[in-house]
């Protein structure tokens, strides 16, 4: 394939990266331990951890989960958002020679039940703060062993107990809960302390996240990322954002890069982006539990002088409109990486000219660990694009059948190199129908590549809607609100929304004329993550259907489009 675009690469980024230079995510978790363990590692809530620190307390975790009975291979969740505990479970879960399974800590017991059976994983880490969601549906799972962490855990005595009585008693933010046979997180690290850790030699092609995304059959599914798929892609990443590290004009980079952890390691963005990428540099990461509460967010990164910050468009939008955020010191900031969702003109002039600092637009999914596009990071210029394709990568622009089209064509935006997952776990059907047989994941995105190797996205081949950077889709949304008994049929669209980018909005029939939008909202939000929740509900006295009895669901969007403009 003529990769015409690398005449468009900064001059110090890689045609090639060498994923076989590690065998494993562990190796490069080994490798920082060894080389940076004096060093602060993470901060949560004002604490810090170093490396030394997470080397041994993973150990621990990880000696435990083995004495436990599982074999290698075997999945464990974790349910938890951005505190402490997080990179100890997922450093000791893949030490220890398990996979780890990320759980969004908001999901309901419908979303939670499904992903824990299909990945059929056999223990959990949750936040107490989530434990009733398990409570409902940990009977028909398989999960043997639950750890329970709380916000406190890891803060020191003085402090966790200060912070879990707020958290549990002040603030409320613990419902109840009745959970048999449950191990408290400090109690494992007491007793993995006095166990060994047996070493697991771990290869390429084992696996190592299953990261779920939504499916288009109303089910999520995992997406299969092996240990060659997340070093390849955290390496990739590296090479593309060392013109912004080293740009002459910040001065030479810091001994210890500083990153801002906003985005919810439980997302394959921030996971690879901030965790992975941070440990590999030995950098130090902030973590930020609740990004939505700004001024906690800008008080924990006020001491700091940050050189990395990773987020969505809307996280963007909202500091930069911040009157205490551009307080703040920008003199180091070198890298913005935006993400998950478009990064608006308006939004990104608006951070540059509070921070110095551009905002680089990537491109990435689930399927590619995930990031398989950028902006060249040595630039203020905004493209509009999702940039070039990273080392090691190739993207192509394919026709309805498969086959490349001219340049400058629409077409449904294909991505090679060694970041494509290894497929959808336990769906070998799902899996052929996104994959050519040479090797190209079909995004669902439709683009179009211009002279430069620079891709615009122009449409969505799916019906899928992009709320704040997370994929929702018309089945899922559609098959809970139509088990309402009140609701004859139903249609989900994505319209345009100011915040969030897109919003989800119902088209609804009545079979029961008593039905309000305030009850469907209601149970929308018993049945439904938080971002996938409807904001507008229309009733109808009818769809609009093709002559076979299909919702037109296109129709029904470009109606809401027309109205919205």
Known sequence: MDRFWLKSYPASVPHEIDHHRYESVVQIFDEAFAKYRERKAFVGLGKPMSYGELDDLSKCVAAWLQSRGLQKGDRVAVMMPNVLQYPVAIAAVLRAGYV?????????????????????????????????????????????????????????????????????????????????????????????????????????????????????????????????????NVLQAEAWIQPALNNPKKGPPPEQLVWVCALPLYHIFALTACLLIGMRLGGLNILIPNPRDLPALIKEIRPYKFNLFPAVNTL??????????????????????????????????????????????????????????????????????????????????????????????????????????????????????????????????????????????????????????????PNEIEGVVASHPGVLEVAAVGVPDANSGEAVKLFVVKKDQSLTERDLMQYCAENLTGYKKPKYIEFRVELPKTNVGKILRRELRDEALKKAA
């Open 100 to 232: 780890v399974v990320n759980v969004n800590p908001l999901y309901t017991p419908r979303e939670l039940e499904h992903q824990l059976k299909d990945s059929g994983a056999r223990a959990i880490f949750i936040l107490e703060n989530f434990a009733t969601t398990l409570q409902q549906v940990l009977a028909r799972t398989k999960i043997e062993h639950v750890v329970l962490a709380s916000m406190g855990d890891l803060l020191g005595f003085a402090k966790g107990t200060l912070v879990n009585f707020v958290v549990r008693h002040v603030k409320k933010m613990v419902p109840a809960f009745e959970l048999a046979n449950t191990t408290r997180f400090n109690a494992v690290l007491a007793e993995g302390s006095r166990l060994a850790l047996e070493p697991v030699t771990l290869a390429h092609e084992d696996v190592a996240f299953l990261q779920y995304t939504g499916g288009t059959t109303g089910l999520a599914k995992g997406a299969t990322l092996v240990h060659r798929n997340i070093v390849a």
């Open 316 to 473: 963007f939008n909202a500091l930069a409109n911040n009157a205490e955020f551009a307080k703040l010191d920008f003199s180091q900031l070198r890298v913005s990486l935006g993400g998950g969702m478009a990064v608006q003109e308006a939004v990104a002039k608006k951070w540059l000219a509070v921070t110095g600092c551009p905002i680089c637009e990537a491109y990435g999914l689930s399927e590619t660990s995930p990031a398989a596009t950028g902006n060249p990071t040595d630039t203020d210029v905004f493209t509009g694009t999702i940039g070039l394709p990273f080392p090691s990568t190739e993207v192509a622009i394919l026709d309805d059948d498969g086959k490349p089209v001219p340049l400058g064509e629409r077409g449904e935006i294909a991505i090679r190199g060694p970041q494509v997952m290894a497929g959808y776990w336990g769906q070998p059907g799902e899996t052929a129908k996104v994959m050519t047989p040479d090797g190209f994941f079909k995004t669902g995105d439709v683009g179009i590549m211009d002279e430069r190797g620079y891709t615009r996205i122009v449409d969505r081949k799916k019906d899928m809607i992009l709320v704040s950077g997370f994929n929702v889709y």
